[in-house]
């Protein structure tokens, strides 16, 4: 795959000498002025032919001269370990005087006993250079890897840790930013459907153009598969914002490949420092809330973060707390409501649904809790929680009653790999039989995978366990896929259950579900029934079985074991 630069480039921030930093400046200077003062030592004894007394010992000059150039050399080594740039120009300029001074004295002055200093000059230089040469290539080796570190290996961008790098650069220097989160529409069908090669086409297509657009004082990054990161060195709001949609408007023409053209758009979310955060981690969470808040108000524009934000990112953040809370300590309940046949009023049994309190005993709402509980991944643990809680619960009377447990699963569960084992080894603990067993899905469990849906479900019906499609026509599956799934049963949602009341649609929406419904050779549950009109009006459809309010509202276990002998 062409990267959009190319692994020369790497090298391009090595040749550039940053500034020696002070303390740098100081060591040299300590080892220069060491080499300054033993040389002009050493060209002393050479003078007045000096010899050292210890003891009684006599060491004459020659050799003390080689020793201290011995000294001399490991300094001007010493000073490549400081800063091998700077250090090297330094120690080749005090080898070059001393070896000045040396060939001065032996030719000039004919001090012959000097001349094996000449040698060890020449010997010094060759090991400095050699020395200078593997530092570096070490350097040289050690900038590639710390690029490759920040870099993303497709694009040729900086990676999520090199934007994390310069934004905390950028704060601990306290200059403002805008930073953005840009993350691409529906971009998960070009892999499903063309393949991985040819989304990575797109991918570098796309940041080429918006390479072109952004502009300098600009940092572009891939931060992950399809979400990329935008940092703008700017204090104007508007100018910020204007690079941000100039990548948007980037994408307005179609974009083109060997296999096909394709239209790609993209939803953006920003934060900016120092006005809405001051730390990294802040800053980017607020950008990514932005861009979510982007995407579920309609794709394709920017969203700026806001005050209402932190609120609601406070508040899922308690709510997450509880959850984890409830799970924790066995804190979740569990009601039950019924299922009649609508013919009769006979009990066919019960839908699982599940209820929680927040800390101070107040009821949190499914609609409220499931959502962030899908989207923290704590929805798998609350799926085998209820899965064990209510099997538990009904394994006795399932014994004496000839009566059905329906229980939801998410989406996100039933394309685990591993859910089919998880259900079979929850009823092996609790002893539960599996021809009582219903478990609920809903249409968009066929979304992210449409086959390993299929799959999961079919290995679980091999168990012996019924399949319910909830939610019945408010989803994106098709007739072609409904075919091939192994339901039993299909619900009716409530919203279409009260279209029954309008004169415009009186029955038209239901009827045509009822009818798919028994054609697939599924029996047929409308829910959210409410009043006598609607009952009868689902009777002379043929609906099979009733759940509403209108015969039983969701109750505990007791209280529906009282209903039912009622």
Not at 227 to 240: C, K, M, P, R
Not at 498 to 524: N, P, W, Y
């Amino acid at each position: 795959m062409r990267q959009l630069i190319q692994e020369g480039d790497f090298g391009l921030a090595e040749n550039k000498k940053s500034k020696m930093p002070v303390s740098d400046k100081v060591n040299i200077a300590i080892c220069c002025g060491l080499f300054l003062f033993m040389m002009f030592f050493v060209s002393f004894l050479n003078a007045n032919f000096f010899d050292l007394h210890f003891g009684g010992a006599n060491i004459g000059a020659p050799s003390v001269s080689g020793v201290i150039t011995v000294l001399m050399i490991m300094i001007c080594l010493k000073m490549l370990t400081i800063n091998n740039h700077y250090g090297f120009a330094a120690a080749m300029l005090l080898m070059f005087t001393e070896l000045t001074m040396v060939a001065s004295a032996v030719f000039v002055k004919n001090n012959f006993q000097s001349i094996a200093g000449i040698a060890m000059n020449l010997g010094g230089i060759f090991l400095v250079i050699n020395q200078h040469k593997y530092i570096a290539t070490i350097e040289k080796n050690e900038n590639y890897l710390r690029s490759l570190s920040v870099t993303d290996a497709l694009t040729g961008l900086t990676n999520r840790r090199g934007i994390m790098n310069e934004i905390n650069m950028k704060i601990s220097c306290n200059e403002p930013f805008t930073l953005f989160y840009l993350d691409l529409d529906n971009f998960k069908n070009i892999n499903d459907t063309m393949g991985h090669a040819c989304g990575d086409i797109v991918l570098c297509e796309i940041t080429r153009r918006w390479l072109s657009v952004i502009g300098e004082g600009c940092t572009l990054a891939r931060t992950g598969g399809d979400e990329f990161a935008l940092i703008v060195s700017d204090d104007s709001e508007e100018s910020a914002d204007a690079a941000a949609n100039s990548c948007i408007n980037s994408l307005k023409n179609k974009l083109v490949t060997e296999k096909c053209d394709y239209y790609a758009s993209v939803s953006i979310g920003s934060a900016s420092f120092p006005h809405d955060a001051t730390d990294c981690d802040n800053l980017m969470r607020y950008a990514d809330s932005a861009m979510y808040k982007a995407k579920s108000t309609g794709k394709n524009q920017l969203c700026r973060f806001d005050s209402r934000m932190l609120m609601e990112i406070n508040s899922e953040m308690n709510i997450e707390t509880e959850i984890r809370s409830a799970l924790r300590n066995d804190t979740f309940k569990l009601v039950f409501q019924p299922q009649f046949t609508a013919e009769g009023k006979k009990l066919r049994g019960y839908e699982t649904l599940l209820r929680m309190s927040d800390g101070n005993g107040n009821p949190v709402s499914p609609a409220v809790f499931i959502p962030i509980a899908e989207k923290s991944g704590l929805i798998l643990d609350i799926d085998r929680w209820v899965l064990r809680h209510a099997m538990k619960t009904f394994s006795k009377r399932i014994i004496t009653e000839d009566i059905i447990l329906s229980v939801n699963i998410s989406a996100r569960h039933i394309t685990e790999l591993n859910f089919a084992e998880e259900v079979e080894q929850i009823l092996k603990e609790t002893g539960f039989p599996p021809e009582h067993l219903e478990i609920e899905v809903t249409e968009s469990c066929f979304i992210s995978s449409v086959e390993a849906a299929i799959a999961a479900l079919k290995r679980i019906k091999e168990s012996g366990v019924l399949i319910a499609l909830d939610d019945f026509g408010t989803g994106y599956a098709s007739l072609s896929y409904l075919s091939r799934l192994p339901i039993d049963l299909v619900k009716i949602d409530k919203s279409f259950v009260d279209q029954l009341e309008t004169a415009d649609s009186r029955g038209d929406f239901v009827k045509a579900i009822i009818s798919i419904g028994h054609m697939f050779r599924c029996k047929v549950i409308a829910e959210g029934v409410e009043l006598d009109s609607q009952l009868s009006t689902l009777r002379e459809l043929s609906c099979d079985y009733i759940q509403g309010y209108i015969w039983g509202k969701p109750a505990p276990i007791e209280e529906n074991a009282i209903q039912s002998k009622v």
